[in-house]
């Protein structure tokens, strides 16, 4: 139990730092824009920070295969290591870098290249530490176990969101301009240290050592899962999809929405959607709860349903400047957000065999992350721009939950045998997983109760 309770500790300071660092980039978007792409037109400079946080997200996918590969022939402890150690420092260097004024165009040129490394590392992280926790999780108890993870995606907001209003109503407009931005990166090292002491005291999870025990690590993971896996990478891209850019909207496009769209204060911007990440958190327990008891396909379907339904009325309300307005409609979103990430996060590791895991879940999150994710801030900020209507990102996101909603009510039927199950056994369903095992009559389906 206490080994238990080590690894969602390390893998929830993992997700934290993570997310502590694109949340800070993307509440000071609009400063760093100034100081790294300095243009007479605001919104150009907005729209090349965005750019520029979307680049890392191109890099992901190499970072996926590496840590991947690394986490399934080494264990999942050395990749997770790596990962959080090169993601806290890569962070810390961007407080340090000269802006535009100082060095010209060298400024956006190392910034681009921080940013790569960002990418590159968080490619190993959330699917890395997702692993883990699964894998060293009673079955009966995987969601909810892994949902404190998905909760921590909001501790990183939450704290990132803290530190940017602490350094707002502390400073003056020039300060946090000239210096006060700076602050939120520095602190990535401290964090960074603190979980890479964490991971370094993990043991490796059962399920990987049994497979080493058992010569069943696979020599050449990427290139199997490709050839045996592609219907489970098919279904957790189209999943992704929908909760990157859901996910993106609630810690980054909200605030820049609300500052630039609405006029609304930054102070009030970042309060409001600060409540809202904390609800999303506190929702997560709760969706891991009924993943569990009433299986994953159910609580998935419903939050796809509740972000088609209500997204476009949210951005309607929002789109009023009204303060309560803005909090109900992002509290709301982010509570619907939460119904999405905790059955996909979970399920995105049950659909892989154990010596294929870390690298497919990877390779599949972060290839959605990079052509959806990345792009969600941007292509918002976007849409709003060019077409002068409030509700156009929310068209965007709706067409995309829909779409995934599609793909989950084809791809995973009512009575399926679960993936999962038959990943543990090390039997290779082939290019396309069976829709049905009637001899398997034990196996844990997807949409039932854990036994």
Known sequence: MRQRHRGIAAGIIGTTVEWFDFTIYASFAVIIGDQFFPSDNANVSVLAALATFGVAFFVRPLGGIVFGHMGDRVGRRSALARSVLLMSAATMVVGFLPGHATIGVWAPILLVASRCVQGFAVGGELSGAMTYVVESGPRNKQGWWSSFV???????????????LLINTSLTDDQVGSWGWRIPFLLAGPLGVVGLYLRLRLTETPAFTKAVEDDEVSDAPLVQVVRTRMRSLGLVFAWIVTQSVAFYFLIGFFVNFMTTSLDVSRDAALATNLLASILFGLSCPLWGRLADSRGRRPVLIGGLASLVLLTVPIFAIMSTGNMAALLVGQAVFGVAVGAVAVPVNVMMIELFPVDLRYS??????????????????????ALTNGT?????????????????????????????????????????????????????AAERRIDQPTV
């Open 150 to 164: 998905t909760a921590s995606t909001v501790l990183g907001v939450v704290l990132a969101t803290l530190v940017a």
């Open 388 to 440: 002068g209507l409030a509700v156009a990102p929310g068209v965007y996101l709706t067409v995309l939950a829909l779409a995934s909603l599609v793909v989950t009510l084809l791809g995973l039927k009512p009575g399926q045998a679960s993936i999962d199950r038959l990943a543990e056994t090390g039997r290779d369903a082939g290019p396309a997983d069976p829709p049905n095992l009637p001899h398997q």
């Open 360 to 381: 497919g879940s990877s390779l599949a999150y972060n290839a959605a992350q990079m052509v959806f994710g990345g792009t969600a801030a941007f292509v918002a900020a």
